[in-house]
């Protein structure tokens, strides 16, 4: 597993995409978030911890895109071949994989969800609520199963297009299908396992009854999706050709 992760860590840190993707998710998060805590005037009736890390909205895209790329490019390149000649546990390649994908966003997310929470703070003062671990540990947690989704996602399609498209579907297109649906029961039940209003669910501080699912058990949903995705993954670079 140490020569995986060091090859893999190779070819990461060299990608053509990696200097730009991992500051752009800081930026995207943290700049979004900003300006969404400066538009309103407080007190106001909204969530305000939510509102104060409302880029995660747009951070959760470039963490799955990153995520993506991580294995999408070997694939688009033919490079894969020469990666599973090399290392034959092809397991154990996607292990190193998510081991890494999994560490820049934590580190990315967590500096975008750090500024984000650190300027709300200050520009809505006593109106952000004192608890505050859960939503910001949470949110970087959920930036980082989003990454893992989209890692795993790319291992079964074996395409960075078509696992772009099916992450941020389940991202943007799936919570809007859910709110279209009449049925409020089964309305509330697609919220709770579209990965985006299940995460999310995390960084709620008010009206928690309310949520179609508790906090952290969203997020135990999102692990689940991530978890899933991977598991297939796996199944298919082992049973597959390059």
């Known amino acids: 597993m140490k020569e995986a992760l060091h090859a893999e860590w190779t070819k990461l840190r060299t990608a053509p995409a990696t200097p730009w993707s991992l500051p752009a998710l800081v ?18 009736a909204t969530d305000t911890m939510k509102l104060a890390l409302t880029g995660i909205q747009l951070g959760q895209a470039v963490a799955a895109l990153f995520a993506v790329g991580v294995l999408g490019g070997e694939y688009s390149t033919g490079m894969i071949m020469v990666t599973f000649a090399a290392m034959p546990g092809r397991a154990r390649v996607l292990a190193a ?26 520009l809505l003062g006593p109106d952000l609520p004192d608890a505050v671990a859960r939503p910001v540990a949470g949110s970087v947690l959920y930036l980082v199963l989003i990454a893992l989704l989209g890692l795993g996602a790319t291992a079964v399609t074996r395409s960075s297009a078509g696992a772009t ?78």
């Open 97 to 122: 994989k998510a081991v890494l994908a999994a560490g820049c966003v934590a580190a990315a997310g967590a500096a975008g969800i750090g500024v984000s929470y650190l300027g709300g703070r200050a």
């Open 27 to 44: 930026l995207t998060t943290s700049g979004l978030s900003l300006v969404a805590s400066a538009s309103v005037t407080c007190p106001c």
């Open 165 to 242: 498209g099916l992450v941020l579907g389940l991202l943007y297109a799936a919570p809007i299908v859910a709110a279209l649906v009449p049925d409020p029961v089964w309305r509330r039940h697609l919220h709770q396992f579209t990965p985006a209003d299940a995460g999310l669910a995390v960084q709620a501080t008010r009206d928690l009854a309310a949520l179609p699912i508790a906090p952290w058990a969203g997020l135990g949903v999102v692990g689940l999706w991530a978890v899933g995705a991977l598991m297939l993954g796996t199944l298919v670079l082992t049973r597959r050709d390059a």
